[in-house]
């Protein structure tokens, strides 16, 4: 299991569903975003405070559906703002998990995400706010892929690289 990480205008969605679509194997892409999306009432937006028990009901939900996958003989890339703090749900529930954290500037994320339609996060604040979450990881900053001036191609060649080579497993 891969889980592709990081903040908004990253190229997440882009470079997963080109890893699970060029995969060796069966493979399926998991894109986070429709687990909130499927909330019809009561959905409060993710990264506000008062969303907390919602974001981790949905954290429960990936990671079962992500599972039942991998049990059924599937490679799975997850993609979507997946932050330090969700590891530990998915380490206890997956014994081979890797992380892999898609880390343009902020000034090319803000104008990838504002080239977005639909309903995906444009506003700058949030996104701002985001990709801080992202800034610094620490022990995992091993973990982070430039994707600043790469094509998509490229940074899906480098994440490929990283997990076949072991350098984003938990």
């Not at 699970?20 to 909130?36: I, K, M, N, R």
């Not at 506003?123 to 022990?139: H, Q, R, S, W």
């Amino acid at each position: 299991m891969l889980l592709l990480a990081g903040p908004p205008g990253a190229g997440k969605s882009t470079v997963a569903e080109l890893l699970a679509s060029s995969a060796e194997g069966p493979a399926v892409h998991l894109h986070t975003d429709s687990f909130h999306v499927w909330i019809r009432s009561g959905f409060v937006l993710p990264y506000l405070p008062e969303a907390a028990r919602q974001n981790e009901t949905v954290t429960e939900v990936m990671i079962a559906a992500a599972l039942a996958y991998e049990r059924g003989g599937y490679d799975v890339v997850l993609d979507g703002i997946l932050g330090p703090w969700m590891l530990d749900g998915f380490r206890l529930a997956c014994a081979d998990v890797s992380y892999a954290v898609l880390r343009p500037s902020l000034d090319v994320a803000l104008a990838r995400a504002a080239a977005r339609e639909g309903r995906q996060l444009t506003a700058v604040e949030p996104i701002t706010g985001l990709y801080t979450a992202f800034a610094d990881l620490g022990p995992l900053e091993r973990h982070v892929v430039d994707s600043t001036e790469q094509t998509v191609e490229q940074t899906a060649a480098a994440v490929a690289t990283g997990y076949r080579g072991g350098r984003f497993t938990l």
